[in-house]
């Protein structure tokens, strides 16, 4: 796409630095210059001729100030596709505007106008232009005489919605409820949520408690009738029954030393039972849909135990992580792809499973794909036995497993599956697995010694499956 010659710009700046330069190169390419009536007065001031917003509009300034830039005719300049004449002339006395100079308030001065203006120019980048930084006034003055490029357009795009979400970040933070602390004491901590748990009793819950919470509530929505303990963010423990209470004890039995001090959170009903269970040992957060009143009259004894009701709602379509300058964006992990279902995976070592095999298998494939990676997870009869997270490297996550099983579970080895969330990359993780007394492996293959980890588990006579598909979970 060829260069655009700026021939219009808005300009409305709460920092001044360098803006008069800027603007008398703009004026001595041509360029027609609105302001708002702030930002004109400096400007006319600098000996620049501009046209003010309230000259263009017809409207003045309101509420002292909060409202100029917010204007039909000012967003439609920014927004028209100027390849579209019929839009063109909907501009009444104003005409396309090619480039926005733009900076905010700080966040306690609650600018409307800036970020929506920002926001408008961004979305309309194959034609407008956006500023939002004297750091990229150069770039924009040696770009003048040739036109501006769609990928600079693109690239200036990209750093005006980056702060207009650092800025609504900002003012999140600013209405968002004040936690003890984040992390550790020194950190300051909050939230701001719409999912609306109801804290039944005990001491406020923390910046951990949350995430803890959160990584628990996904590992139980995707294993039916189950009961999850995380600590630290990795399953300690997981369990399938038709009764929380059974499901509890197994999901405990996995690693109780673990689990001590973790978060219990039940797809199925807590009721008296289970309560009387948990109660047993020390747990941060208990947390489910539904808990019985019974329950909560049994969790009383512990009033120091957080006890929540968890709202039902929807997953989010998309996860975000910051990292610094930025933003990373991802779909959701989920567990419907059709290669995680047991009957599209390929059997390429040992006997076909069972039913009962079969339904481990995919209780071992959803832990340890809900597990730190690298994870490997050991199960037997519905319920983890030993969970290996959050190691660097396959093997290490094999062993941490199989240790963990040997610790607590040593007797349900024998005949047990395991599930690892990424490829064996070489034979020495499921060797280990083998020796142990593992009977089938799920994995999802890809492994340029794929060949050398499928022949150790076929002269061992150990099923192996492999999905496809991998879960890592950083």
Not at 114 to 140: C, F, M
Not at 167 to 176: G, H, I, N, Q, T
Request: hydrophobic letters at 45%; aromatic letters at 6%.
């Amino acid at each position: 796409m060829p260069h655009k010659k700026i021939s219009r710009a808005l300009i409305s700046v709460s920092d001044k630095e360098r803006i008069a330069d800027l603007a008398r190169e703009l004026a001595d390419n041509g360029v027609e210059i609105i302001a708002s009536d702030g930002t004109a007065a400096f400007l006319k001031d600098s000996g620049v001729e501009v046209k003010t917003v309230t000259e263009v509009t017809g409207s003045p300034e309101l509420l002292d100030g909060k409202v100029k830039t917010l204007h039909p005719l000012i967003h439609a300049a920014l927004l028209a596709d100027q390849n579209n004449p019929q839009q063109v002339a909907e501009l009444k006395g104003v005409g396309p505007i090619d480039l926005l100079v733009i900076n905010l308030y700080p966040t306690s001065g609650f600018d409307i106008g800036g970020p929506a203006l920002a926001r408008a120019a961004a979305k309309n980048a194959e034609h407008v232009a956006v500023i939002t930084s004297p750091n990229q006034y150069q770039e924009l003055i040696d770009s003048l005489k040739l036109g501006t490029s769609l990928e600079q357009r693109r690239d200036w795009a990209i750093s005006a919605l980056l702060l207009t979400a650092k800025y609504d970040l900002a003012l999140l933070k600013e209405r968002s409820e004040p936690l003890r602390y984040g992390e550790n004491p020194h950190q300051d901590g909050s939230i701001a949520t719409n999912n609306h748990h109801q804290v039944l009793q005990g001491k406020a819950m923390s910046f951990n408690n949350y995430l803890d919470l959160q990584a628990a509530w996904q590992l139980s929505r995707d294993c039916e009738k189950s009961v999850a303990i995380v600590k630290h963010g990795i399953p300690s423990g997981l369990a399938q029954a038709d009764s929380s209470a059974t499901a509890f004890k197994a999901a405990w039995t996995c690693d109780p030393v673990s689990a001590f001090g973790g978060v219990v959170v039940s797809a199925l009903e807590i009721d008296e039972e289970c309560a009387t269970e948990i109660i047993k040992g020390f747990v941060e957060v208990v947390a489910a849909n539904e808990i019985t009143e019974e329950a909560i009259k049994i969790f009383s004894a512990k009033p120091n135990l957080r006890v929540v009701k968890l709202a039902r709602q929807a997953k989010d379509k998309f996860t975000i992580r910051e990292i610094d300058g930025g933003f990373l964006f991802q779909t959701q992990d989920s567990f419907d792809n059709t290669r995680d279902r047991f009957e599209n995976w390929q059997l390429v070592a040992g006997a076909t499973a069972d039913e009962k095999t079969a339904t481990d298998l995919l209780l071992a494939w959803r832990i340890a794909g809900k597990a730190r990676s690298n994870a490997v997870a050991l199960v037997k009869d519905g319920a983890a036995i030993g969970i290996g997270a959050g190691s660097v490297s396959r093997v290490d996550a094999a062993r941490l497993a199989i240790s963990k099983a040997h610790e607590f579970n040593k007797s349900k080895l024998l005949g047990s599956v395991a599930a690892s969330d990424g490829f064996f990359p070489f034979p020495d993780g499921v060797e280990a697995l083998i020796a142990s007394g593992v009977a089938a492996i799920v994995q999802p293959g890809g492994s340029l010694k794929d060949d050398a980890v499928i022949a150790a588990a076929q002269v061992a006579g150990v099923t192996m499956y492999l999905t496809g598909q991998r879960h890592f979970s950083h």
